[in-house]
């Protein structure tokens, strides 16, 4: 059973930067494809960026302004977020897909960690 768990989320102004982390279990992380979404209140979970043997693919709102990368010698996935204004507050969510396709939609990944909370304030 993979285990996911994010860390770095907080409160910063706008136009400020975070780094958010997602520790993962398992000894074949680097086979896993990882992504990052967010849900803000009263809206959707949505795909943020991806990172998998097929290449890297962000959503169009964070395209220019996010960084997604991974240690594969720390089993950890890391979301570089600069720019940020208040259209980006919610909770993160890392995930992960034992196929290591990396792709835009939730059913694609397997597992789930609990999410940090970003908060963005103008």
């Known amino acids: 059973q993979v285990q996911l768990v994010e860390s770095g989320g907080g409160l910063v102004q706008a136009g400020g930067s975070l780094r958010l982390s997602c520790a993962a279990s398992g000894r074949t992380f680097r086979n896993y494809a990882m992504g990052w979404f967010r849900q803000a209140p009263g809206k959707e979970r949505e795909f943020v960026a991806n990172i998998g043997w097929n290449g890297i693919r962000y959503a169009d709102s964070v395209k220019g302004r996010f960084t997604i990368s991974r240690d594969n010698s720390r089993n950890t996935v890391y979301l570089q977020m600069n720019n940020l204004s208040p259209e980006d507050t919610a909770v993160y969510y890392c995930?992960?897909?034992?196929?290591?396709?990396?792709?835009?939609?939730?059913?694609?990944?397997?597992?789930w960690g609990q999410g940090t909370q970003v908060t963005v304030s103008s």
């Open positions: 995930a992960s897909s034992d196929n290591g396709i990396a792709a835009t939609e939730r059913a694609n990944y397997d597992h």
